[in-house]
């Protein structure tokens, strides 16, 4: 504790008002905007883009069978899928921009898609 004396009142405002602007920028640095569709993929190629503000239900054929997808109070989730060990289905509700569901087996995938591209490590 012996470098606390070598602070003074202006060392302790810069070091303050540098933790805020960090508080402050973080959330806004990481967001990645409104969700607005889902682009539903079969075997890679685009099989639907799904506008979240109408609610239905599709169902997206695949090798092992019929894959359904529910899109509900702007989210979507897979309900249902042939696979085995429904990786995709446990997924959830995706709805945030950026979130996928991937039913590798049957070759389908949900993806959300918002007004900006979504920030990750990978697009660093």
Do not use: H
């Not at 009142?9 to 508080?23: E, T």
């Not at 190629?45 to 702007?74: C, H, Q, W, Y």
Request: hydrophobic content about 45%; proline content about 6%; overall charge positive.
């Amino acid at each position: 504790m012996y470098w606390l004396a070598f602070f003074r009142p202006g060392d302790w405002l810069v070091a303050a008002l540098g933790l805020a602007f960090c508080v402050v920028s973080f959330p806004l640095a990481w967001q990645a905007g409104v969700a607005e569709k889902a682009v539903v993929k079969r075997g890679g190629e685009v099989f639907a883009e799904l506008d979240l503000s109408r609610n239905r239900e599709i169902e997206v054929p695949g090798p092992l069978g019929m894959t359904r997808i529910a899109v509900e109070k702007r989210r979507i989730r897979v309900v249902s899928d042939p696979g085995p060990r429904q990786y995709c289905v446990r997924q959830g509700w995706l709805q945030r921009p950026g979130e996928i569901a991937i039913c590798a087996p049957n070759q389908v995938s949900v993806q959300i898609v918002g007004s900006q591209g979504a920030y990750d490590s990978l697009s660093y």
